[in-house]
C-alpha cells in the first residue's frame, strides 16, 4: 500500500521540535470544547414569608456518584530521532519473543515400521558388557548395556534412514538370515566370477564383477556387519548392498573395484570394510613407486615391472571414489595386537585430502585386547566398540568380537549422520564422527579405579580358587582393572589424538546431532537449499567455518569455537552463546536468539528477528545497495555492548506491523549515509517507528 502523504501546517515547520508540535495540536483538535460555567441570574427580593403549612417528611438525599476513575497516563513516546515521525512501537522484552524449539522427536511413523527384530537381540547388537564381563558401558556412554540399546533404538525411530544406502564389501549377504528378515536388503549383490586376474584385479576393468541374488552368501561375516549397520535390530533402516569377494584370499585386491561398480550401479556412496591384508607396509611401499599424481591420480607405474601389485589397482580407484564420487571408505585396521596400522589404511599418506572420506577404525583394548592401534593412521582414526552378539546363517546366535563389528558400527553412524544432514559431502560427515568422539582421558579421568572387567597377571596365586581365563600367555581373572595407557601425538588444532585411539572413542549419538567442533581448515558447510538444518552440539576447536549455498543452518548450543565464521550464503541463526569469534557477514543472512561475540558486515543481512545480543562490536560497511543491509522486525532490539562502526551505504528495512491502521502499516525503509562511528542505539531505536 502506498505510503499516504501527512500535509503539515507551515506554522509548525520552522521549530526544532516541529513534530511534537504538530503532534500535540493533532492529538487536541478533535476533543469537543469544554461546556462553559453558566452565568448567575439575580436573586430577586424576597416576598413576606407567609404562615408555613407544616413541612412534609423531607426525601433523603441522595447519594452522590463516584467519580469515574481516570484513564490511566499513557508511556510517553522516547524523544524523536532527527526527523523522523510516526507511531512508535515499543522494544519487546527477550522474555516476549517465541524462540524456536528445534527438538528432535521420535517419529510414530518410523516406529511402525519398524521391522520386527530377531529374537534375543539387542537394537546394535552390543553385548560389550555381557560378553566381557565388565561395566564398560556404564563408563562409555553413562548407562547400562540395555539403556544403550534403547538409545539407539530411539535413534533410529528420530532420523529416517530409509532413503540411505550402504554397500557391505564382504563374503557376502545372504537376506534369509534372521537378522535380515524385514531388513531392506537389495535383490542383488555384486561378485567376482573370474578365476584369475584379469578381469576382476586390472586397472579399469571389472567386466568380471557380475550381480546375482542376495539369497547365499560365501560365509557368516558379511551378514554379521550388515546386521549391525541395517539389520532388522540394527543401527539404521538403510538399504544393504552386498558384495561376496573376501572368500577369493583377494584381499586388497578388487574389493575398491567393487566399491565403485556399487557406486556407478546403484549411486553407493558409505561403504563398510569390515576386512584387512597382510599387515606390513607392502601396498605403501608399492604405491609409492608408481608415479602417482595426486591432482588427476594417474599413475605411471614401471614399464618393466614384472606383475601388477595391489596398489596399482587400488591406488586409482580409491582416488576416483573419494575425490570424484564423494565416497566414504570405512576401512578395519585388524586384530593382530600390532601397535600400528598398515596396507590400504595409509593410503592417505598418499595424498592428504584422502581424509575427506577415508576413516580407519579400531576397538579400545579396554575392549578387546587383539586390536591393533591406529599409529600413523591418527589423524583419520575412531575406535569403536567390538563385542557383537547376532545370527549366523545356520540360524544359531554367535558372538564375534574384533575390529570388523567396530567398523560396521562407524559405518552405520555415518548414515545416520548422511540422513540427518543430506546435504553433507564425505569430507563434512568425515568431520563430524571424528569431531564428536569421546576422549579417552576425560573417561578415566572421571573413573580413576578404572572399570570392572578382566585383569592380567602373569600367573595365579597359590589359593585361588575364582574364575579365569588362559589364553595361553597370560591368565586373566575378575577385578578392577585400570585404563591403557594412551600418547598424545598430537593436539589437531584444539582436540588431542593418541597413537593408540586416534580422536577417540565413537559417539553415534553425538554424532547424529551435527559437528561437534571446528578442527580443520576450509571447513565448507553447504547447505545446499535444504531447509532448515540444526547442529545440536557446544561447538569447540580452534578453527571456524564457511556457510555457503540456500537453507537455514541453526546452532542451538553454547559454542566456545575460535576460528571466524564467514556467511556467504543461506542463513545462520545463532541461538546459544556464541562468543569467541567475529561473524564476517558477506552474504546470506544473519540472525538468531543469542550471543554473539563480534560482527563484521561487508554484505549480506543481519535480522534481527530474534533479539540477537552483539556482546562487542558490529561493523557494517556494505556497498551493496538493495543487495544487503540491516532488517528489523518491530518491538525486537539488537543490543550492541561494545561500538557500532559504520560506513558505506547502510539499508534498514522492516516488515508491516500487524493491528497498525492502514495509513501507517508501510514497512518503513532507510537508506542512511553513515558517519564512520555511531551509535547503534539511535539506529535500532529508529526501527521502531512507522512511517
Known amino acids: 500500500m502506498p505510503k499516504l502523504p501527512l500535509a ?31 452565568t448567575p441570574e439575580p436573586v430577586p427580593e424576597p416576598a413576606p414569608i407567609p404562615t408555613p403549612e407544616p413541612a412534609p417528611t423531607p426525601a433523603p438525599e441522595p447519594i452522590p456518584s463516584p467519580a469515574p476513575a481516570p484513564e490511566p497516563t499513557p508511556n510517553p513516546s522516547p524523544s524523536p530521532i532527527g526527523n523522523l515521525t510516526g507511531t512508535y512501537v515499543a522494544p519487546v522484552s527477550p522474555s516476549q519473543i517465541n524462540k524456536p524449539d528445534y527438538t528432535r522427536c521420535i517419529q510414530a511413523s518410523l516406529k511402525r515400521t519398524q521391522p520386527a527384530p530377531s529374537a534375543n537381540t539387542r537394537t546394535g547388537y552390543s553385548v560389550m558388557d555381557s560378553a566381557n564381563g565388565t561395566d564398560l558401558t556404564s563408563k562409555f556412554y553413562d548407562t547400562t548395556e540395555d539403556g544403550y540399546a534403547k538409545r539407539l533404538d530411539d535413534l533410529k525411530n528420530t532420523i529416517d534412514t530409509r532413503q540411505a544406502k550402504v554397500g557391505v564389501i564382504d563374503t557376502g549377504i545372504n537376506r534369509f538370515n534372521k537378522d535380515m528378515i524385514g531388513a531392506n536388503v537389495n535383490d542383488t549383490q555384486i561378485k567376482c566370477v573370474s578365476s584369475g586376474r584379469a578381469t576382476c584385479f586390472t586397472p579399469g576393468n571389472d567386466s568380471g564383477i557380475i550381480e ?6 560365501s560365509g557368516n561375516h558379511g551378514n554379521q556387519m550388515a546386521a549391525v549397520i541395517a539389520g532388522n535390530n540394527g543401527m539404521t533402516n538403510a538399504k544393504i548392498y552386498g558384495s561376496d569377494n573376501i572368500d577369493r584370499a583377494s584381499n586388497g585386491g578388487n574389493q575398491f573395484l567393487m566399491m565403485r561398480k556399487l557406486n556407478q550401479d546403484h549411486g553407493v556412496k558409505i561403504f563398510n570394510n569390515s576386512w584387512g591384508s597382510n599387515n606390513t607396509d607392502q601396498w605403501y611401499y608399492d604405491a609409492q613407486r608408481l608415479n602417482y599424481d595426486p591432482t588427476t591420480g594417474q599413475i605411471n607405474p ?3 615391472r614384472t606383475s601388477i601389485t595391489n596398489a596399482e589397482v587400488t591406488l586409482p580407484v580409491i582416488h576416483d571414489l573419494i575425490m570424484n564420487r564423494d565416497a566414504l ?16 589404511n595409509l593410503a592417505p599418506l598418499m595424498n592428504s585430502n584422502f581424509k575427506k572420506g577415508f576413516i580407519t577404525v579400531s576397538s579400545p583394548r ?24 547376532n545370527y549366523a546363517n545356520n540360524g544359531r546366535l554367535s558372538s564375534y568380537k574384533g575390529t570388523s563389528p567396530a567398523t560396521a558400527r562407524v559405518a552405520g553412524t555415518a548414515v545416520l549422520v548422511q540422513s540427518a544432514y543430506p546435504w553433507m559431502k564425505n569430507e563434512n560427515i568425515s568431520q563430524t564422527i571424528l569431531g564428536t568422539t569421546k576422549d579417552f582421558a576425560e573417561i578415566a579421568a572421571n573413573s580413576p579405579n578404572g572399570y570392572q572387567g578382566l585383569r592380567k597377571v602373569s600367573r595365579l596365586l597359590s589359593g585361588y580358587y575364582g574364575e579365569y581365563y588362559d589364553d595361553g600367555y597370560n591368565y586373566y581373572i575378575p577385578g578392577n582393572v585400570g585404563w591403557e595407557n594412551r600418547r598424545v ?26 559437528y561437534g567442533g571446528f578442527y580443520w581448515d576450509n571447513v565448507e558447510l553447504d547447505t545446499k537449499g535444504t531447509p532448515l538444518s540444526v547442529f545440536y552440539n557446544d561447538l569447540k576447536g580452534d578453527k571456524g567455518f564457511t556457510k555457503k549455498g540456500e ?39 544473519l540472525t538468531g536468539y543469542g550471543n554473539v561475540a563480534n ?72 537508506v542512511l549515509s553513515a558517519a564512520s562511528r555511531a551509535n547503534l542505539k539511535t539506529i535500532v531505536q529508529a526501527t521502531h517507528y512507522l512511517q
Open 551 to 589: 537453507g537455514k543452518l541453526v546452532f542451538t548450543g553454547n559454542n566456545s569455537y575460535k576460528g571466524d565464521p564467514i556467511i556467504e550464503g543461506g542463513s545462520l541463526e545463532i541461538n546459544g552463546n556464541n562468543v569467541n569469534s567475529t561473524m564476517v557477514v558477506q552474504g546470506g543472512e
Open 302 to 304: 614401471n614399464p618393466y
Open 489 to 514: 601425538i598430537k593436539n589437531h588444532n584444539g582436540k588431542n589424538i593418541t597413537w593408540q585411539d586416534g580422536w577417540g572413542l565413537l559417539d553415534p549419538e553425538v554424532a547424529a546431532k551435527g
Open 366 to 389: 579396554e575392549d578387546f585386547n587383539h586390536a591393533n592401534d591406529c599409529g600413523r593412521t591418527a589423524e583419520w582414526y575412531v575406535s569403536a566398540t567390538s563385542s557383537t552378539e
Open 8 to 38: 503539515i501546517n507551515p506554522e509548525y515547520q520552522s521549530s526544532n521540535n516541529a513534530f511534537y508540535d504538530y503532534y500535540l495540536d493533532f492529538l487536541n483538535r478533535d476533543k469537543p470544547a469544554p461546556t462553559p460555567e453558566p
Open 212 to 217: 546375482v541374488a542376495t539369497t547365499s552368501a
Open 329 to 344: 571408505i570405512v576401512k578395519a585396521t585388524g586384530n593382530e595386537g600390532m601397535n600400528d596400522a598398515h596396507d590400504e
Open 599 to 670: 560482527v563484521r558486515q561487508t554484505g549480506g543481512w543481519v535480522n534481527n528477528e530474534g533479539n540477537l545480543n552483539i556482546k562487542g562490536d558490529y561493523e557494517i560497511n556494505t556497498q551493496r545497495g538493495a543487495d544487503a543491509g540491516f532488517k528489523a522486525q518491530f518491538g525486537n532490539m539488537v543490543t550492541v555492548d561494545g561500538k557500532a562502526k559504520l560506513g558505506g551505504t547502510l539499508n534498514l528495512t522492516g516488515e508491516t506491523k500487524d493491528g497498525i491502521s492502514q495509513s501507517a502499516a508501510v514497512a518503513p525503509y532507510f
